[in-house]
Nanobody
Framework: QVQLVESGGGLVQPGGSLRLSCTASGFTYYAIGWFRQAPGKEREGVLCISSSKSVTYYADSVKGRFTASRDNAKNTVYLQMNSLKPEDTAVYYC????????????????WGLGTQVTVSS
């Protein structure tokens, strides 16, 4: 089982940027998905980065603003969030399904505990 730990959340003003990290034990080449859950809303997929660093977007609302990268030597995946909006406020989670390619957003089995991102002036 893969253990995932998110970090880097915080308070940022609208239009600002934030970079989240997801550090994993026991993985080097798994695809990692990023998800978020806003208060009172269901969890939604944001994007996924494969082992070959190809990014698949689950949410159209973040295209052009969010991207992902990874450093396999450090077992760490990053979510770069730019031009943040108040509606991006949520707890952000990383997850994996133990495969090298990105699948649908419904197949993830191992999850981190999440990190809070708040976009507010």
């Amino acid at each position: 089982q893969v253990q995932l730990v998110e970090s880097g959340g915080g308070l940022v003003q609208p239009g600002g940027s934030l970079r989240l990290s997801c550090t994993a034990s026991g993985f080097t080449y798994y695809a990692i998905g990023w998800f978020r859950q806003a208060p009172g809303k269901e969890r939604e997929g944001v994007l996924c980065i494969s082992s070959s660093k190809s990014v698949t977007y689950y949410a159209d609302s973040v295209k052009g603003r969010f991207t992902a990268s990874r450093d396999n030597a450090k077992n760490t995946v990053y979510l770069q969030m730019n031009s943040l909006k108040p509606e991006d406020t949520a707890v952000y989670y990383c997850a994996t399904e133990g495969l090298s390619l990105c699948g649908t957003e419904y197949e993830y089995s191992d999850w981190g505990l999440g990190t809070q991102v708040t976009v507010s002036s």
